[in-house]
């Protein structure tokens, strides 16, 4: 079977990255890569073009997770409190959950989506949790919440 090189100007799944070369089928190449310009080909002017622009990227991207890390380090030095109704065991009547969370961030200053809050289970006990926060690619927070029981009346 016959291949091509091509330098790919995307990161694409199972194939490769942004500036990589890689050898796939020509009909690959010719209707799917090239058509939706994910892919062009492999000359010295275009390899050269790509290790410009790939720089550039990586730049960006160095840039990109410096904030990431820091909105992590923000994010673990936060701790929230909140006063739930609870009975004398410490067992909560309602739960916490990812809505609760990002409302009680949002009061302290944070934005965070409710797909960001990775909580395995709603939070049912008085006490103190850790709460999982992506933020993004492999960088995640936990945030400290407190779980208190309100006063009966």
């Known amino acids: 079977m016959k291949s091509m090189e091509v330098l790919l100007r995307e990161d694409i799944?199972?194939?490769?990255?942004?500036?990589?070369?890689?050898?796939?089928?020509?009909?690959?190449?010719?209707?799917?890569?090239?058509?939706?310009?994910?892919?062009?080909?492999?000359?010295?002017?275009?390899?050269?073009?790509?290790?410009?622009?790939?720089?550039?990227?990586?730049?960006?991207?160095?840039?990109?997770?410096k904030e990431y890390a820091a909105q992590v380090?923000?994010?673990?030095?936060?701790?929230?409190?909140t006063a739930e109704r609870a009975?004398?065991?410490?067992?909560?009547?309602?739960?916490?959950?990812?809505?609760?969370?990002?409302?009680?961030?949002?009061?302290?200053?944070?934005?965070?989506?409710e797909r960001q809050v990775r909580l395995e289970a709603p939070i049912k006990a008085v006490g103190e949790h850790a709460v999982p926060i992506h933020v993004h690619g492999e960088f995640e927070a936990a945030v400290t919440l407190v779980v208190e029981a309100a006063a009966t009346q």
């Open 13 to 65: 799944d199972k194939l490769g990255r942004c500036g990589d070369v890689v050898r796939v089928a020509p009909g690959y190449a010719r209707n799917f890569l090239m058509p939706r310009n994910l892919a062009t080909a492999a000359t010295p002017e275009n390899k050269a073009l790509m290790e410009r622009r790939r720089a550039k990227l990586e730049i960006e991207a160095a840039e990109r997770n």
């Open 73 to 81: 380090e923000l994010l673990n030095a936060v701790r929230l409190s």
């Open 87 to 113: 009975d004398d065991q410490g067992h909560l009547y309602g739960s916490v959950n990812t809505a609760r969370v990002v409302e009680l961030l949002a009061g302290a200053g944070h934005t965070v989506d």
